[in-house]
């Protein structure tokens, strides 16, 4: 059989790279930071991480998985509720739900299973979910696993309205729309990313909890690219939205700002937390999360529970790098997050900008379509407390030779 699939796959690979979407994996030789190596050697300042607080190789969160795994062992080879439940594990699980105002959390081995875990066991087909039409893979796949009847707002659009919308030639509804029209469901859901990845933009977590309330609806925020650092003292979106206790349902990665090894959260009330560790499919047929990555992540929430100083640090280096990179002429998606999206709209120009920059020792990423729609290519630019001001500079100094010389600016 094998050789007809041979076949057809290299043909589809082949098509991958002719449409140039083929995704090649730089190899960096070095551990996580604002200076990391590549495999030609070439030391580059990184502007592509999700490490925002700069974590990733923080000494005291290594040490404090070392001394996990030290005493608690490498791993488990046990789900959690045959013996995969050690007391570190619900150490973490309270201090995440501390963290993040919630009653209880429940961990998983990643964000992506916690979205795959989420909605099935809450929601059957009398049941709707109303979802971003942005929002992340891991919510569109967890959504696809249950059977709740779906709606898609167009994004962050909270109204009560039916439009064409021209980017994609087909009727968009927005937010209160679909509420109305979800009327007669047993329970309705709205489920939304805190942060969208590709603009950096919030979700309108007050508009959302108005409506929720006003049509009876829980609340469910992805907060990935939020907790640790958005809001004034890094809780997450809903801070920052000044809607604390409004949200039913907190989903977040260890992945990212918490140290970035790995691990993921359903954070959320009582029961709702306690159904989960009940019927949520991937915690009941995946590994339990290793100690290692227990102690680490339990050390990282110790450290952003007593200061602010780190995402008070990310907040100076976005503004600055937001402020100077304007200043220099180039079109910046507004906004307060450190995501910062450099705007070139020609999917050409974003990659060959891409390159010429990592020349340059400033290594970023040029997206296009699919990830983001046609005509709205872009260089990704993400900011980490890692970076002192120099590096900041240094990264501005750069966009402006390349952007001058490229024509994307004068
Ligand atoms: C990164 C991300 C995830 C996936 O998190 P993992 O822990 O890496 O699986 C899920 N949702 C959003 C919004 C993300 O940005």
Redesign the pocket.
Known sequence: MYDSVKGELAQKLAAIRNEGLYKDERIIVSPQGALIRVNDGAEVLNFCA?NYLGLGNDESIRKAAVDAMDKWGYGLSSVRFICGTQAPHKVLERKVAEYLGTEDAIL????????GAVFEPLLDEDCAIITDSL?????IDGVRLCKAKRWVFKHADMRDIEELDPDTGKTAKGLERCLKEAKDARIRMIAT?????MDGDIANLKGICDLAEKYNALVMV????ATGFVGKTGRGTWEYCGVKGRVDII??????ALGGA???VIASRKEIVEYMRQKARPYLFSNTVAPAIVGGTTRALDMLSSSTVLRDKLEANTIRFREKMTAAGFDIRPGVHPIVPVMLYDEKLAHVMADELLDEGIYVIGFSFPVVPRGKARIRVQISAAHDFDQIDKAVAAFTVVGRKLGVIK
């Open positions: 999700n998983f081995s990643s964000c992506f299973d916690a979205n929002n992340h893979a891991s919510i990313d805190g942060v969208f990845s992805d907060d990935s690219h989903t977040t990665t260890f992945g990212k790995s691990g993921g």
